[in-house]
């Protein structure tokens, strides 16, 4: 195993997480779970984290998905492939947005957290 996965954050305290963002995320994903147990269509269903590399946005989900009792469904973007290495391959080229609306599609088609 890699060291990253071997001492990765197992409780909300391991976090090096500025706290108030860990509480916003975990009031959110309780919020929304809250309204998909009411099956209001209005939640929301997507989240969006953004930063530097390293700043502990997967780490924070990882952790508050297992104590909330949730089932992590993530997207990283792709190492750039060539445009060329496609055509070399002969595989159809897919921009990384067209994975990433790809990846949208299927993870709507998962039963929402219940």
Known sequence: ALWVDKHAPQKVEDLAVFKKKVTDLEGWLEHCHSKLTKHDPWV??????TGPCGSGKSAAVSVLARKLGFEEVGWVCPAGI?????????QAY????DQLLVFLRTAQAFAPLE
């Not at 897919?94 to 947005?97: A, C």
């Open 44 to 49: 929301q269903r997507v989240m969006v984290l």
């Open 82 to 90: 060539s445009f060329q290495k496609h055509l070399d391959s002969g």
């Open 94 to 97: 897919q921009s990384d947005l």
